[in-house]
């Protein structure tokens, strides 16, 4: 089966569950999955219940689809993302962004936690997203090209759209909720890095670094979507800290910053549908 079959057949098995069309899609990264959970929810599909849809191994990770409202706004919220370093082809990876495409999706919101390369960084922060480094991880786009979702040659030179930043900007200064700028790299993971590779991605000029969503972002803006995304700084990258990095400090620190992320996510979305008058 290609992987244009097999998107087509998730979309096919997605349309046979569920009747909801949203406008704005949001991936949830570790420990960020609550805010699904508090939303106007009007159905949930699990991942396993979908034909030949690749489900989440992480921890952290609840593995389903949310649809629902943010006040008006119809969302499909991901509770856990499927990661390159579970041993799936970078094609089922970016395979739930294309068919939140299919269902709809005019943006897509993306979050998830990182660590920081960046010195000035704490763990807590938020770093809205303003581009990216993904060379360190295979392209999604490697592969027959999807004809039927975008150009064979998509110019990347403004992935995270930058009225939907803007929008962000101006949402965490009406908060007061203090939003930092930066540059995210995808890794392969699922190991940390070492301090020397954490000082190569800061001489590349990455300020936090991960092992998602880059590869999300590319197959997002390939297909046509409107891109942004926010980064919830966990711990500081090893050699900036004496400290062994784990799992378990990620998801402690994404818990102890999630009402304010939940806060920011959730107004952003607002505003974001209606400056774009999305329904």
């Keep these: 089966m290609t992987p244009e079959e097999k998107l087509e057949k998730c979309y096919e098995s997605f349309k046979s569950k569920i009747n909801f069309k949203p406008s704005v899609a949001l991936i949830l990264g570790s420990g960020l999955g609550a805010l699904a959970d508090e939303i106007n929810v009007t159905s949930v599909l699990n991942y396993s ?95 027959a090209n999807f004809d039927s979702l975008g150009t064979r040659f998509p110019d990347m030179s403004e992935i995270y759209n930058k009225k939907l930043c803007d929008i962000i900007r101006k949402t965490a200064k009406q908060l007061d909720i203090k939003l930092r700028e930066g540059i995210y790299i995808q890794l392969t993971g699922p190991n940390f890095e070492t301090p020397s590779e954490v000082k190569m991605c800061r001489f590349l000029g990455a300020d936090v670094i991960g092992m998602s969503t880059a590869c999300e972002a590319i197959a997002a803006n390939h297909c046509g979507m409107k891109v942004c995304g926010i980064s919830c700084v966990a711990n500081l990258g090893c050699g900036l800290t004496d400290k062994p990095l784990s799992h378990k400090e990620v998801m402690e620190a994404a818990d102890k910053a999630a009402p304010l992320f939940k806060k920011l996510i959730t107004q952003s979305i607002i505003n974001i549908s209606e400056q774009f008058e999305l329904s």
């Excluded at 979908?50 to 489900?55: A, R, V, Y």
């Excluded at 960084?121 to 060379?135: P, R, T, V």
């Design 49 to 143: 219940d979908i034909d030949n849809f690749p489900t989440s191994t992480v921890p952290g990770h609840k593995g389903r689809f949310v649809f629902g409202y943010i006040e008006k706004v119809p969302v499909v919220i991901m509770q856990g993302r499927v990661h390159y370093y579970e041993g799936y082809s970078m094609q089922d990876v970016v395979l739930p962004t294309r068919l939140m495409k299919k269902m709809g999706s005019e943006v897509l919101f993306l979050t998830n936690a990182s660590g920081a390369a960046n010195p000035d960084f704490c763990a807590g922060d938020f770093m809205l997203i303003k581009d990216q480094i993904s060379n360190f991880v295979p392209s999604p786009l490697t592969g």
